[in-house]
C-alpha cells in the first residue's frame, strides 16, 4: 500500500472513530480539545519536530532549552484557552488551593526555586509550561460532567496516537525509527521521541482501555456496550502491538501490574473488603523499599535479569552514581529543571554519553529541588493516595484507575523519569487533583465521584 494512501486511511479511520464512537459521552464540552491537543504534544512530539522531521538522540531536551518560536507560540495559545475557560466557568480558585495543599506546596516551593537556579529565566518558563499542565487539566475536571470528561480525553488521545503509530512504523520508517549513535542499533518510536516514550503512550492506552471495558463489563449484554468493548479490544490490541515493537521492558512490567491492579479493584473479595486492596498496595511498597534499602537485596537488578535485560539497568546505575557525585546543594538544589543546562550537563555527559535525564524521578526531584522538593512531592503522593482510597471504598469506577496509575507511577519512577511534563504525570494528575463544587454520577457505577473532605490535606475525588 502506498504511505500517502495509508495516512489518508488512517485519517479516515480517525474521523471514524470520533464521529460514530459508541462511547461517545453526550454534553462534553467542546472546550475538552484543549486538553486533548496538549495531551497529544506531551504524548508524541513537540510541534517544531513535526515539522522537523525524524527527531534525534537528545533533540527533545536541547529544544526545551533553547526554546522555539512555534513551540512556545502553540504553548502559549493554550494556556491563554485554558485560563479563559476557567475563567468564564467561574472557577473557584480559593477552594482549589484549599483543597489540594500538598500540590500547592510543591509548585509553590518548585517556583522559588527560580532564585537560586543558575539559569532563573529558563527555570521560570520552564516553571510556566509546566503551569499550562495543571490549567488544561482543570479544564477537563471542571467540565460540567468530569467523568465522562476524564474518560472522553483519554480515549481521544489513543485514538489519535495508537493507530497513528502503526502507520508511521508501517509506512513511514524514516519517521518512526531512532537509532543508538554508538552502536547503531536501531529502535521503534513511532509518533513520539524514544522507545521509552512509545513504551509509556502504550502503559497510558493499555490501562485505559482495559480499565474501561472491565467498568463496562456488567453492561456487557446491551448492544451499545457489546460495541464499545469491541472497540476496547480492538485498540488494547493495537497497543500490545505497539509495546511488543517499543521493547519497553519498564513499560511492560508496569502495565501487567498496572491491570492486575483493576482486575484486583473489580473482583468479588475486593468488593466485600476494599480494604484489603488498599493496605495491601502500600504494604507492598514498604516491604520493596525495606528489601532494597534495609537488607540490600537489588529488586530491580533481578527483575531486570529476569526479563532479558541488563542488570546494571542499561547503565542507568552508573548513571546514578555519577550525577550524585555532581556539586549540587542537598536541601534545596539547584532549581527548577536547573540540573541539566551549562557546564553540569556537559561534564555529567563527559562522564557517561550524551544523556539528559537522570532515569530516576525521585533522584531527578532531588537534583532540582533538593530534600525539600522530594520530601513535598512524596507529600503529594501519600495524599493523592488517600483520595484514591476513599474512591475504591466508595466503590467508584474512577478508584481503580486511579490506583493503578498511581502504583504504576511509583514504580515507572525508580527507573524513568516522569514526576513533570510526562505523559504518565499527567494521566495520573487527572485522577487525583481536586476541583470544587463538580459530582456526577456515572451511570456504570452509581457511586459520587465528589466527596465532601474530612481534611484539606487529604483532597477529595473528583
Not at 2 to 30: M, N, Q, V, Y
Not at 194 to 222: A, H, I, P, Q, Y
Not at 224 to 240: C, K, Q, Y
Request: proline share 5%.
Amino acid at each position: 500500500m502506498p504511505p500517502s494512501l495509508a495516512l489518508l486511511l488512517w485519517f479516515i479511520l480517525l474521523l471514524a472513530l470520533l464521529r460514530f464512537d459508541p462511547a461517545k459521552e453526550p454534553g462534553t464540552s467542546l472546550a475538552l480539545w484543549v486538553p486533548v491537543i496538549w495531551f497529544f504534544i506531551v504524548g508524541s512530539r513537540l510541534p517544531s519536530q513535526w515539522l522537523g522531521g525524524q527527531p534525534q538522540l537528545g533533540e527533545a531536551a536541547e529544544a526545551l532549552q533553547q526554546g522555539n518560536t512555534l513551540d512556545r507560540s502553540i504553548y502559549s495559545l493554550l494556556i491563554v484557552l485554558a485560563f479563559g475557560i476557567l475563567i468564564s466557568r467561574s472557577f473557584e480558585w480559593g477552594k482549589l488551593f484549599a483543597l489540594n495543599v500538598a500540590l500547592m506546596a510543591f509548585l509553590s516551593f518548585a517556583l522559588l526555586s527560580v532564585l537560586w537556579s543558575d539559569f532563573p529565566f529558563v527555570a521560570f518558563k520552564r516553571w510556566f509550561r509546566d503551569l499550562g499542565t495543571y490549567l488544561v487539566i482543570l479544564v477537563a475536571l471542571s467540565d460540567p460532567r468530569p467523568f465522562g470528561a476524564v474518560r472522553t480525553l483519554l480515549r481521544r488521545l489513543c485514538f489519535l496516537l495508537i493507530p497513528l503509530c502503526i502507520v508511521l512504523i508501517k509506512y513511514y520508517p524514516e519517521m518512526a525509527k531512532d537509532y543508538n549513535p554508538w552502536t547503531g542499533q536501531a529502535y521503534f518510536i513511532g509518533a513520539t521521541t524514544s522507545k521509552n516514550m512509545l513504551g509509556v503512550l502504550c502503559l497510558v492506552s493499555g490501562l485505559f482501555f482495559f480499565w474501561d471495558t472491565f467498568t463496562r463489563w456488567g453492561d456487557r449484554k446491551e448492544r451499545r456496550t457489546r460495541w464499545i468493548i469491541l472497540v476496547n479490544v480492538a485498540l488494547f490490541a493495537m497497543t500490545l502491538w505497539l509495546l511488543n515493537m517499543a521493547d519497553s521492558a519498564t513499560s511492560r512490567v508496569c502495565l501487567a501490574l498496572g491491570c492486575m491492579l483493576i482486575a484486583a479493584a473489580h473482583s468479588k473479595t475486593v468488593k466485600r473488603h476494599p480494604a484489603l486492596l488498599t493496605v495491601l498496595t502500600p504494604v507492598g511498597i514498604c516491604l520493596y523499599l525495606l528489601l532494597e534499602l534495609g537488607f540490600g537485596i537489588d529488586i530491580i537488578a533481578a527483575l531486570a535479569e529476569a526479563v532479558g535485560r541488563d542488570p546494571t539497568l542499561t547503565g542507568r546505575t552508573d548513571i546514578w552514581t555519577v550525577v550524585l557525585s555532581t556539586n549540587t546543594n542537598p536541601l534545596v538544589g539547584t532549581g527548577y529543571e536547573s540540573f541539566w543546562l551549562g557546564p553540569r550537563l556537559r561534564w555529567v555527559q563527559e562522564q557517561s554519553g550524551g544523556i539528559n535525564e537522570a532515569h530516576n524521578g525521585y533522584l531527578e526531584v532531588y537534583l532540582n529541588l533538593g530534600l525539600i522538593g522530594l520530601f513535598l512531592i512524596v507529600g503529594f503522593l501519600i495524599a493523592s493516595y488517600r483520595t484514591i482510597c476513599r474512591r475504591v471504598r466508595a466503590f467508584s469506577s474512577l478508584g481503580s484507575l486511579s490506583l493503578a496509575l498511581w502504583t504504576v507511577l511509583i514504580f515507572y519512577n525508580v527507573t524513568e523519569s516522569a514526576l513533570r511534563g510526562h505523559l504518565m504525570w499527567v494521566a495520573f494528575l487527572l485522577g487525583v487533583i481536586a476541583v470544587p463544587g463538580r459530582s456526577e454520577r456515572s451511570p456504570t457505577e452509581g457511586a459520587l465521584l465528589e466527596e465532601p473532605p474530612s481534611k484539606v490535606w487529604e483532597g477529595v475525588t473528583v
